[in-house]
T-cell receptor
Framework: DAGVIQSPRHEVTEMGQEVTLRCKPI?????LFWYRQTMMRGLELLIY????????DSGMPEDRFSAKMPNASFSTLKIQPSEPRDSAVYFC????????????FGPGTRLTVT | GEDVEQSLFLSVREGDSSVINCTYT??????LYWYKQEPGAGLQLLTY?????DMKQDQRLTVLLNKKDKHLSLRIADTQTGDSAIYFC????????????FGQGTELSVKP
């Protein structure tokens, strides 16, 4: 099993640019989660999907952030326009089911906005 | 709201046992998890325990759960330098669907 795949692994961009992060969950998993990790705030859940439907997006910081899951094997997290305070590591995770099912994390995308 | 607390740092000598502690506030927690994060990597699921269990053992790892005190611990026997990492405690609340609530993480440093 390839595990959760994220791309790119590293992204450096200038303030104001659009950034798109990508995630491929483990095949057969029907829940997908986007997290952000910073030194100051630790791990934060941004949004999660169940069966491709967004269930809880209360963690999305503001309207500059959006996430989609067009099918069971692909999700994107977009930041437009990006700001330096968005610099963080963004993780995608997937699980077999909503609720009591362990989550498996991808390697993360390290985003630097200058 | 739900909260998960961990101490930030732990230092042990190679070969000793490590005990990482965690407290949580949500009494409706059903599953509690331990994750390991090595530098530059994602979170790796180590083990989990269901809330009706007191203890779970998996090779060098022992998880103890005191539900009355809402206290969870992870014991690593014969700690090795390769165990140096950040360890996160997390809970799934009974009323929060699939949301994992993470602690701040405990940085374990193993000295040779």
């Amino acid at each position: 099993d390839a595990g959760v795949i994220q791309s790119p692994r590293h992204e450096v961009t200038e303030m104001g640019q659009e950034v798109t992060l990508r995630c491929k969950p483990i095949s057969g998993h029907n829940s997908l989660f986007w997290y952000r990790q910073t030194m100051m705030r630790g791990l934060e859940l941004l949004i999660y999907f169940n069966n491709n439907v967004p269930i809880d997006d209360s963690g999305m910081p503001e309207d500059r952030f959006s996430a989609k899951m067009p099918n069971a094997s692909f999700s994107t997290l977009k930041i437009q326009p990006s700001e330096p305070r968005d610099s963080a590591v963004y993780f995608c995770a997937s699980s077999l089911g909503q609720g009591r099912s362990e989550q498996y994390f991808g390697p993360g995308t390290r985003l630097t906005v200058t | 709201g739900e909260d998960v607390e961990q101490s930030l740092f732990l230092s042990v000598r190679e070969g000793d046992s490590s005990v990482i502690n965690c407290t949580y506030t949500d009494s409706s927690s059903t599953y509690l998890y331990w994750y390991k994060q090595e530098p530059g990597a994602g979170l790796q699921l180590l083990t989990y325990i269901f809330s009706n269990m007191d203890m779970k053992q998996d090779q060098r790892l022992t998880v103890l759960l005191n539900k009355k005190d809402k206290h969870l611990s992870l014991r690593i026997a014969d700690t090795q330098t390769g165990d140096s990492a950040i360890y996160f405690c997390a809970e799934i609340s009974g009323n929060q669907g699939g949301k994992l609530i993470f602690g701040q993480g405990t940085e374990l440093s193993v000295k040779p």
